[in-house]
C-alpha cells in the first residue's frame, strides 16, 4: 500500500466513530424515552438523524472544492466533539427537567457533522491505498466495521446497566475525542478544482457524475434497489417474522441480526482471502452475490423452520458483502478520485432517502398483505439487481 499507516489512521479513527456513534443513539435514545415515556419522541432521534446525514450530504460537493477533503473530515469530527460536550454539560446539570427540544437540536447538529464523514472516508481510501490494493484494502475495512456492528450495539446496551445515561454521554466523548485526535493526523489531501464552475454546479457535480457515467448510473440503479429490499431486515419487520411467521421467542430477533453481520464479516473476510482473483472477476462477484442474496431471500419468504431462516440469514450477509465490496472498488478504479467524495455523498443521499421511504411503504405491505410478502418483494427486487449486474457485466471488469 502506498501509505500503510496511513490507511490504517483512516481505519482506526473510522472503526472508533462509529463505535462511538452506536453508544451515542443508545444513550440518546434512552434518554429521550426515560425523559418522555413515549415511543414516538424516541423515534424522532433516528429521524434527525436521518435527515441531518442528507442534508451534510447534499453539501459535500461543494464544501470540498473549498477545502481540502481531509480538512473537512478533521472539522467536521472537532464539531462533533464540541456538540457533545455541550450535550454531556446540559445533560449534567440539568438533569432534573432537561429540555427535549434542546436535546434535539443537539441530536441534529451531531448528526449534520457526523454526515460528512462516511462519503470522505470512502474517498479517502484509494488516496492512500495502490489501485490493485483496493479490493483488499476495501474488505479489510468492511470485514472490521462489521466486527464494530455486531458488537457495539450489545455493548451500548450493556453499558445501560453500568453506568447512567450521563455517564454513558462522557464516556462517549472521550470515544469521539480519540477517534477525531487520530482524523488529524491524517495528511492533508486537496482534491482538484474546476475553477470555472459555479457553486451550483460544484453543488450538483455528484449529481451530474450520476447522470454521465453509465458505471455510476448502473450502480445506484442497482444500490437504490438493494436498499429497498434490505428494508425486509430491519427491526421492526424481523420482529414481526418473528412473531407471527416463525412463533418463537422474541430472542430469536436478535439472532437473526446477529447472523446477518456474521454472514457480512464471513462475506468480507472471502473477498480479503480472494481479493486477486475476485478483482479480475468483479462482474461475476457481484452477479452471483446478488443472484444467490435473492433465492436465499425467497427460501426465508416461503419457510417455517427457525435454524434454516438463520442459515438463510448468513448465506444473505456474506453475498451481500461479495457483491458491494467488487462494486465498491470497480468505482473506485474507474472514477477520478478528485470525483469521489462527491459521488459518495449524492449517491448516500440516494440510499439514504430510498431506504427511509421502504421502510414506511414495507410497513404498509407488511400490514396489509403479511410479512412473507415483503420478504418475496425484497427477493425479487435482488433478482432485478442479478440481472442488472449481468447485463452491465462490461461495466465492470
Given at each position: 500500500?502506498?501509505?500503510?499507516?496511513?490507511?490504517?489512521?483512516?481505519?482506526?479513527?473510522?472503526?472508533?466513530?462509529?463505535?462511538?456513534?452506536?453508544?451515542?443513539?443508545?444513550?440518546?435514545?434512552?434518554?429521550?424515552?426515560?425523559?418522555?415515556?413515549?415511543?414516538?419522541?424516541?423515534?424522532?432521534?433516528?429521524?434527525?438523524?436521518?435527515?441531518?446525514?442528507?442534508?451534510?450530504?447534499?453539501?459535500?460537493?461543494?464544501?470540498?472544492?473549498?477545502?481540502?477533503?481531509?480538512?473537512?473530515?478533521?472539522?467536521?469530527?472537532?464539531?462533533?466533539?464540541?456538540?457533545?460536550?455541550?450535550?454531556?454539560?446540559?445533560?449534567?446539570?440539568?438533569?432534573?427537567?432537561?429540555?427535549?427540544?434542546?436535546?434535539?437540536?443537539?441530536?441534529?447538529?451531531?448528526?449534520?457533522?457526523?454526515?460528512?464523514?462516511?462519503?470522505?472516508?470512502?474517498?479517502?481510501?484509494?488516496?492512500?491505498?495502490?489501485?490493485?490494493?483496493?479490493?483488499?484494502?476495501?474488505?479489510?475495512?468492511?470485514?472490521?466495521?462489521?466486527?464494530?456492528?455486531?458488537?457495539?450495539?450489545?455493548?451500548?446496551?450493556?453499558?445501560?446497566?453500568?453506568f447512567t445515561i450521563n455517564e454513558i454521554v462522557w464516556l462517549d466523548l472521550l470515544i469521539f475525542i480519540i477517534s477525531a485526535t487520530i482524523f488529524w493526523f491524517l495528511p492533508k489531501i486537496q482534491i482538484a478544482v474546476n475553477v470555472k464552475k459555479n457553486k451550483k454546479e460544484n453543488l450538483l457535480s455528484g449529481w451530474h457524475e450520476i447522470r454521465t457515467h453509465e458505471i455510476i448510473k448502473a450502480v445506484v440503479v442497482m444500490d437504490v434497489l438493494e436498499s429497498i429490499a434490505n428494508t425486509a431486515w430491519v427491526s421492526a419487520i424481523i420482529l414481526v417474522f418473528v412473531r407471527e411467521v416463525l412463533h418463537v421467542s422474541d430472542n430469536w430477533w436478535g439472532y437473526i441480526?446477529?447472523?446477518?453481520?456474521?454472514?457480512?464479516?464471513?462475506?468480507?473476510?472471502?473477498?480479503?482471502?480472494?481479493?486477486?482473483?475476485?478483482?479480475?472477476?468483479?462482474?461475476?462477484?457481484?452477479?452471483?452475490?446478488?443472484?444467490?442474496?435473492?433465492?436465499?431471500?425467497?427460501?426465508?419468504?416461503?419457510?417455517?423452520?427457525?435454524?434454516?431462516?438463520?442459515?438463510?440469514?448468513?448465506?444473505?450477509?456474506?453475498?451481500?458483502?461479495?457483491?458491494?465490496?467488487?462494486?465498491?472498488?470497480?468505482?473506485?478504479?474507474?472514477?477520478?478520485?478528485?470525483?469521489?467524495?462527491?459521488?459518495?455523498?449524492?449517491?448516500?443521499?440516494?440510499?439514504?432517502?430510498?431506504?427511509?421511504?421502504?421502510?414506511?411503504?414495507?410497513?404498509?405491505?407488511?400490514?396489509?398483505?403479511?410479512?412473507?410478502?415483503?420478504?418475496?418483494?425484497?427477493?425479487?427486487?435482488?433478482?432485478?439487481?442479478?440481472?442488472?449486474?449481468?447485463?452491465?457485466?462490461?461495466?465492470?471488469?
Amino acid at each position: 500500500m502506498k501509505n500503510n499507516q496511513t490507511f490504517k489512521k483512516l481505519v482506526v479513527g473510522q472503526i472508533i466513530a462509529n463505535i462511538g456513534d452506536t453508544i451515542y443513539t443508545v444513550a440518546v435514545v434512552s434518554s429521550i424515552f426515560s425523559l418522555t415515556h413515549s415511543a414516538l419522541a424516541a423515534s424522532i432521534v433516528p429521524v434527525l438523524i436521518t435527515g441531518g446525514t442528507i442534508i451534510s450530504g447534499l453539501l459535500v460537493p461543494i464544501i470540498t472544492t473549498h477545502f481540502s477533503i481531509t480538512g473537512v473530515i478533521k472539522v467536521s469530527q472537532s464539531c462533533k466533539v464540541l456538540i457533545l460536550f455541550f450535550l454531556a454539560i446540559y445533560l449534567q446539570y440539568r438533569i432534573a427537567q432537561p429540555n427535549v427540544i434542546i436535546i434535539y437540536l443537539l441530536v441534529a447538529g451531531i448528526s449534520f457533522f457526523d454526515g460528512f464523514t462516511d462519503p470522505i472516508s470512502m474517498a479517502l481510501v484509494p488516496h492512500y491505498v495502490e489501485k490493485e490494493l483496493l479490493m483488499k484494502a476495501n474488505s479489510l475495512f468492511s470485514t472490521l466495521l462489521q466486527l464494530v456492528s455486531i458488537g457495539s450495539w450489545a455493548i451500548g446496551s450493556s453499558l445501560l446497566i453500568v453506568f447512567t445515561i450521563n455517564e454513558i454521554v462522557w464516556l462517549d466523548l472521550l470515544i469521539f475525542i480519540i477517534s477525531a485526535t487520530i482524523f488529524w493526523f491524517l495528511p492533508k489531501i486537496q482534491i482538484a478544482v474546476n475553477v470555472k464552475k459555479n457553486k451550483k454546479e460544484n453543488l450538483l457535480s455528484g449529481w451530474h457524475e450520476i447522470r454521465t457515467h453509465e458505471i455510476i448510473k448502473a450502480v445506484v440503479v442497482m444500490d437504490v434497489l438493494e436498499s429497498i429490499a434490505n428494508t425486509a431486515w430491519v427491526s421492526a419487520i424481523i420482529l414481526v417474522f418473528v412473531r407471527e411467521v416463525l412463533h418463537v421467542s422474541d430472542n430469536w430477533w436478535g439472532y437473526i441480526n446477529a447472523t446477518y453481520f456474521i454472514g457480512a464479516m464471513i462475506g468480507s473476510l472471502i473477498v480479503m482471502r480472494l481479493s486477486k482473483w475476485i478483482n479480475k472477476n468483479k462482474s461475476k462477484s457481484i452477479y452471483w452475490g446478488s443472484f444467490i442474496g435473492a433465492i436465499a431471500t425467497v427460501i426465508v419468504s416461503i419457510s417455517w423452520n427457525p435454524i434454516l431462516i438463520l442459515v438463510c440469514s448468513i448465506f444473505i450477509g456474506l453475498f451481500s458483502q461479495i457483491k458491494n465490496i467488487p462494486q465498491a472498488t470497480a468505482v473506485q478504479q474507474k472514477m477520478s478520485k478528485s470525483k469521489l467524495a462527491a459521488i459518495y455523498a449524492s449517491t448516500g443521499v440516494l440510499y439514504t432517502g430510498a431506504f427511509s421511504i421502504s421502510i414506511l411503504l414495507m410497513g404498509v405491505i407488511s400490514d396489509l398483505c403479511g410479512v412473507r410478502i415483503v420478504f418475496v418483494l425484497s427477493g425479487a427486487l435482488l433478482l432485478l439487481v442479478a440481472i442488472i449486474a449481468r447485463k452491465k457485466k462490461n461495466l465492470f471488469d
